[in-house]
C-alpha cells in the first residue's frame, strides 16, 4: 500500500502543531454574550460525523493566545476515553475553542486536516491507540509522539477530496 501512495510515514507531531484544547481554571459558566463559543464532545451527533452548531455553548474565557483559537483547517482529536476520534470542524461560528477534552492539531502543508482525521479514525490507528488506554480517562498523548500516518501521495490527496 505504501508504494501504491508514494508517500511517506511520519510521526502526526511532526507534521501538525498539536496543542491542548481550552482549560477553564474553575468552574465553566457559559453566557449568551459569551466571546466565544465552545465546542464540546455533546455537541456532536452520535455518529460523530456532525455538530450540532446552534447547541454550542458560549463563554467569556479569561486571557488566551490567539493560537488557542480553533481555525478552519484544524483538525481535532478527543484525548480523554476509551472511544477516540479526529475531525475536521468547518463552518462554526468564530472565534471558536474546543473544550479540553480535545487536541487540536495544525497540519503542516504536507498533511491535509481531513487526511490526518481519516487517519486517526482508521482502524489501524484506533488498535495503536488502544494500547495506551487504561482504566478510566487519561489523555492520550500517544498521538503527539508515537503514533504515524503516512503523508503525501495518492491516497492522501484522494480522501481529502472525498472529506472536504
Known amino acids: 500500500m505504501q508504494e501504491a501512495m508514494n508517500g511517506a510515514r511520519a510521526r502526526v ?3 501538525a502543531r498539536i496543542r491542548t484544547g481550552y482549560q477553564s481554571r474553575g468552574r465553566l459558566e457559559t453566557r449568551a454574550e459569551g466571546s466565544h463559543v465552545l465546542l464540546q464532545l455533546r455537541d456532536f451527533d452520535d455518529e460523530r460525523t456532525g455538530i450540532d452548531v446552534a447547541g454550542m455553548a458560549r463563554i467569556q474565557p479569561g486571557p488566551i493566545s490567539k493560537e488557542q483559537e480553533l481555525r478552519e483547517g484544524d483538525a481535532i482529536f478527543l484525548a480523554k476515553g476509551a472511544r477516540s476520534f479526529a475531525f475536521v470542524p468547518r463552518g462554526l461560528p ?3 475553542l474546543v473544550a479540553a477534552t480535545f487536541f487540536i492539531m495544525r497540519p503542516s502543508e504536507r498533511i491535509d486536516s481531513a487526511y490526518l482525521a ?3 479514525n482508521s482502524v489501524s490507528a484506533q488498535r495503536a491507540l488502544a494500547r495506551y ?3 478510566g480517562v487519561q489523555m492520550r498523548f500517544p498521538v503527539r509522539t508515537d503514533l504515524r500516518a503516512d503523508v ?3 491516497l492522501q490527496a484522494g480522501v481529502g477530496g472525498l472529506i472536504a
Do not use: K, T
Request: hydrophobic share 40%; glycine share 20%.
Open 118 to 120: 481519516w487517519a486517526l
Open 94 to 96: 468564530r472565534p471558536a
Open 152 to 154: 503525501g501521495g495518492d
Open 13 to 15: 507531531g511532526d507534521v
Open 133 to 135: 488506554v487504561r482504566q
